[in-house]
């Protein structure tokens, strides 16, 4: 009899032990450890760095900076998720990566005459032309003196934030005086021998050219006219 007592006593305290380790080793939890790596063109909320977690549900959000979106996360070198809110559950350690991208902008550039060029960040381009850059680029702009024509536009810096475009305005170079035949003038009287006289300047008025035509004939003085030119 006093050996089934004890018999039972050290079953009752087996099993006591026993649900007791049971209860201990469930209440532990696994420790595991996040690293969110740095990525140009953005953050993360948490910063980016090492933290200690547990087999739990872990939250991490990408920022993009302006200029820049959001493209994906990589997570331990292979998995990708696009979405910028990202949630895991982890069971391992576990490394992530934001992938940010620059935003692309486009730049018309267009003239009043054709084949304009313009210096652009020291290379040459005609206009009109199309350009693409990274948003946030700085393009330095200078318009080129041609044969027939001079810009009305200075050299002058674009900051690009958005799709934009610029007009560069040309105006045509003046065409000096020239005299096929000297007149010989006197008292306003213009005596020339044959044939008529004929001379061209160019005037600016009101922001238009105006080529100013003057004729000399036998014994007349001379009269202008004016010829709008756009």
């Known amino acids: ?5 004890i018999l039972v006593l050290v ?8 649900s007791f380790f049971l209860n201990s080793s469930r209440r532990v939890k696994l420790t595991y450890y996040v690293i969110i790596e740095d990525s140009p063109g953005g953050s993360t909320v948490p910063a980016t760095g090492k933290y200690r977690v547990y087999n739990e549900t872990f939250l991490v959000k990408a920022q993009p900076e302006k200029f820049w979106t959001f493209k994906k996360w990589v997570v331990n070198d292979s998995l990708i998720f696009e979405n910028p809110n990202l949630v895991l559950d982890i069971r391992g350690n576990t490394t992530l990566k934001p992938i940010f991208e620059r935003r692309k902008c486009t730049v018309n550039l267009l003239s009043n005459i054709t084949q304009a060029i313009i ?31 001079v810009p009305l536009n200075d050299t002058m810096v674009l900051f690009v934030e958005d799709d934009t475009g610029l007009v560069f305005k040309y105006t045509r170079k003046a065409v000096p005086t020239e005299f096929v035949n000297k007149p010989e003038c006197e008292d306003g009287i213009c005596i020339v021998r044959y044939p008529p006289i004929f001379a061209t300047s160019v005037v600016k008025e009101d922001g238009l050219e105006k080529y100013v035509l003057s004729v000399c004939m036998w014994n007349l003085k001379s009269a202008t006219g004016n010829i709008e030119v756009k």
């Open 1 to 5: 009899m006093k050996k089934a007592v």
């Open 119 to 149: 210096i652009v960040n020291y290379s040459a381009t005609t206009i009109p032309c199309k350009l693409t850059v990274p948003c946030g680029s700085v393009l330095n702009l200078t318009p080129i003196q041609l044969q027939d024509y």
């Open 11 to 18: 079953i009752i305290l087996t099993m006591i032990i026993a």
